[in-house]
């Protein structure tokens, strides 16, 4: 990396580095010592960097997920892991279908579940029968994964690999290995199995009980037979454990580094979960954060969901400083599995454009599922959802408006490996441009691999008229900052670093443009039916009761909306004022400049004005009493007592309604009480009851968004109870932020 002296303000400013700092290598890992003062220890972050296979994997920003298996077929979230083969009921397979539309949208490599929670297995594994070659397609010879990688070598994607540690099948089998209490010792991987030999040679010696040497022979089948393996995802959800199962992670470890030498291990110590499953991202994502222990050779990695992970208040309560990055996930779905093209919500363009910016633009990885459906092919809304928002990236970001413009060079030159090290007193970098330009994006980049995150705070001004005018600002930077502001129209802009951790290396620096599309919309709706349809405030959305910080980018849109299921336009009624919507499919639309946004819909449930408790199994207190399961407001919730099963909440709607179908509206405030299982019962007189549908929700700690059960017949009824039969991560009480019925 070439070092330059600055110009700043037209000064300039020798960079004047301490004896100390030179003396700290730049690490992806530094422990801090027994003794080490605050300073020391923000000394020791401003040198944490990421390794070169981090680095890789940031400058991809951009990647696919693929969620596929038998839950495709069965429309679950979460298999049972007792699923037939044979409801894997795949008749083609279009793997270059996908590769395309993923290149479409600038994504740079795709991650396969090859193994998801219920054990079964997309590729020709020695090792179990639970899997593709039990299933009918091409008469159990097909293999997922080899489609893929071919595929992706002929379009020039890197491919990664998902195998979730947990596995229902090994559990639930009768001969299953999980938890089997089988003995730790001395094994080679892989096992050889009798006519089908390895081409690779490699192998290994590792203390291993029975499941982890399945899993360790597994990992070398997918490391050595489908050409380089990219990431490594290891999902930390697990839908039961058995025995007191442990993992060998450094073994897996181990494998991986040899096999895979260019892959990054997710959930472990290369790459952390970004804390939610729903695109939110943080205001401050911090890559160098603190463990207790020594990530490279600890084997217990939680997951991280706090706001704050990486403050100076939090480095000083570290053991060790280590760069781990964000990945945020999403489903461009509702739900990480395919399940229909009428009911399921997909994303709009503008909602992946907007997570793109934030995620990629807020120093993370930006992960995004596209679930293939049944017939083996992405499906076409998808597919054009990615090829629009592929388009947007290429449109704003491809054309850098400070093209020629004047300033620092190593800012403007595009090359990553030059940067501008700031003094830090005396920080800022002006840059002119040739003529006048009209910039709502400005893009910023620090050095991380020789200088690791240091800028803390900024701010961006704009020449405006015969000023300076500040037109944005914001905390870290970090891989890549993109700022969002309202359209200026400037030929001079000044970048101001406020805060930060040493000197700040900045590498990048450009300023863009996006056509302003109106923006997205949400509903919310009172206890008396009224619905509010106000813009979706998704800017640094972390907590989602929290309020947000960016206002609005929009001004001068209209919204029109339909209470007919009719898809809304400029004729369709003109929203105002709050709407009354009672058990109707509510569609809205903003329109800015004749241009349309993103069409939002929902079904709304019976009014809950007249409901009332009839009788509920218990309730923790006030805070939590059983009424606020419908009060029309999602921040408040009902919680059970903990133990003293069955937990159940009777309600009494007032009159009697034809019901289709039940909503459940998990609390978010902590991961007690998702109801995983339960029934419906139905009374007609309030007293006595009969169960009509039984229903259960897969995945709700990781994402507790709210969960439909369509009933199989229509119910008519005014009285209804709501029991669970199951809790998820084996809970002891239930916990209900609202409940609907369609
Ligand atoms: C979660 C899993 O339980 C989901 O099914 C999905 O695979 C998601 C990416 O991770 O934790």
């Known amino acids: 990396m070439r070092e330059i002296i600055l110009f700043a303000f037209g000064i300039l400013l020798l960079s004047c580095q301490t004896g100390s700092q030179h003396s700290i290598t730049p690490q992806s890992t530094i422990k801090i010592e027994e003794g080490d003062s605050k300073e020391a220890i923000i000394e020791k972050a401003a040198h944490v960097v990421p390794t070169e296979n981090q680095l890789d994997a940031l400058r991809n920003e951009f990647i ?57 297995v997309l590729w020709q594994s020695r090792y179990t029968d639970h899997g593709i070659m039990s299933s009918g397609f091409l008469d159990g010879k097909g293999d997922v994964l080899k489609d893929l990688s071919e595929s992706c070598k002929k379009y020039g994607m890197k491919l990664g690999v998902y195998m979730s540690p947990a596995d229902l099948y090994q559990i639930e089998h009768p001969e299953g290995l999980y938890g089997n209490l089988s003995e730790y010792t001395k094994r080679t991987i892989p096992r050889e199995v009798p006519g089908r030999p390895f081409e690779n040679k490699t192998t290994f010696e590792f203390e291993a009980d029975d499941y982890n040497e399945y899993f360790l022979n597994q990992l070398f089948e997918i490391l050595t037979e489908y050409g380089e393996i990219h990431e490594v995802w290891f999902d930390g959800a697990h839908p039961k454990t058995k025995g007191g199962q442990t993992y060998n992670y450094p073994a897996w470890r181990e494998l991986i580094r040899t096999l895979a030498p260019k892959a990054v291990i997710f959930g472990r110590e290369d790459i952390r979960w970004c804390g939610n499953e729903a695109g939110a991202t943080r205001q401050t994502e911090w890559n160098v954060i603190t463990y207790p222990k020594d990530p490279n050779t600890t084997s217990h990695f939680t997951d991280l969901t706090d706001t704050d992970l990486g403050s100076r208040e939090k480095l000083y309560q570290g053991k060790y400083l280590h760069y781990q990055q964000a990945e945020t996930n999403t489903s461009i779905r509702e739900g990480w599995f395919y399940r229909d093209d009428t009911h399921q919500k997909v994303r709009s363009a503008d909602d992946v454009f907007d997570i793109y910016e934030r995620s990629v633009g807020g120093n993370s990885t930006f992960l995004l599922n596209i679930p293939p459906n049944r017939e083996g092919t992405f499906s076409p809304r998808d597919v054009d959802v990615l090829e629009e928002v592929g388009k947007r990236i290429k449109e704003t970001y491809e054309k ?46 620090e050095a991380i691999a020789t200088h690791s995150e240091r800028v803390e705070q900024h701010a961006v001004d704009a020449w405006i008229d015969t000023q300076w005018k500040e037109i944005s600002t914001a905390t870290n930077i970090g891989y890549k900052r993109i700022l969002r502001f309202p359209e200026v129209t400037t030929h001079k802009i000044r970048i101001r670093i406020l805060e930060s951790r040493l000197d700040p290396a900045i590498s990048h620096v450009s300023a863009h443009y996006y056509r302003t599309r109106p923006p997205q919309l949400a509903f919310s709706r009172d206890k008396e039916g009224m619905v509010t349809i106000a813009p979706l405030q998704t800017e640094f959305n972390w907590n989602p009761h929290g309020e947000n910080a960016a206002g609005n980018l929009n001004t001068g849109y209209q919204i029109f909306y339909t209470l007919d299921g009719s898809e809304p336009t400029q004729n369709s009624l003109r929203y105002e004022n709050p709407v009354k919507v009672e058990h109707n499919i509510l569609k809205a639309v903003s329109f800015n400049n004749n241009i349309q946004g993103a069409v939002h819909s929902e079904a709304f449930g019976i009014v809950k004005k007249d409901w009332k408790l009839l009788e509920v199994s218990s309730q923790r207190n006030n805070r939590t009493a059983a009424v606020q399961a419908f009060d029309a407001d999602r921040r408040t919730y009902w919680q059970s007592e903990d133990g003293a099963a069955p937990h159940f909440i009777a309600i009494d709607l007032g009159t009697e309604y034809e019901l289709k179908a039940m909503v459940y509206t998990p609390q978010t405030f902590h991961p007690e009480g998702m109801m995983a299982r339960g029934i419906l019962r139905v009374s007609a007189d309030g007293k006595s009851w009969k169960t009509v549908e039984t229903f259960e929700f897969g995945n709700l700690v990781n994402d507790p968004t709210p969960r439909s059960h369509p009933f199989t017949n229509p119910v008519t009824t005014r009285y209804i109870r709501v029991e669970a039969t199951g809790i998820a991560g084996n809970g002891r009480s239930v916990a209900i932020a609202e409940l609907d019925f369609l």
């Open 400 to 445: 850098n408006l400070l093209q020629d413009a004047k300033g620092p060079k190593q800012v403007l030159d595009g090359d990553p490996d030059t940067y501008l090290l700031l003094d830090k007193k005396k920080h800022g970098i002006i840059i002119t441009l040739p003529a006048p330009a009209t910039i709502n994006r400005l893009m910023l980049q």
């Open 64 to 120: 696919a997920f693929i969620h596929f298996g038998p839950n495709t077929f069965t429309r679950k979230e979460w298999g049972s892991g007792m699923e037939d083969p044979a409801v894997f009921d795949l008749k083609i397979l279009d793997t270059d279908q996908w590769c395309r539309a993923m290149k479409a949208a600038g994504m740079k490599m795709v991650i396969l579940t090859v193994k998801h929670h219920d054990g079964f």
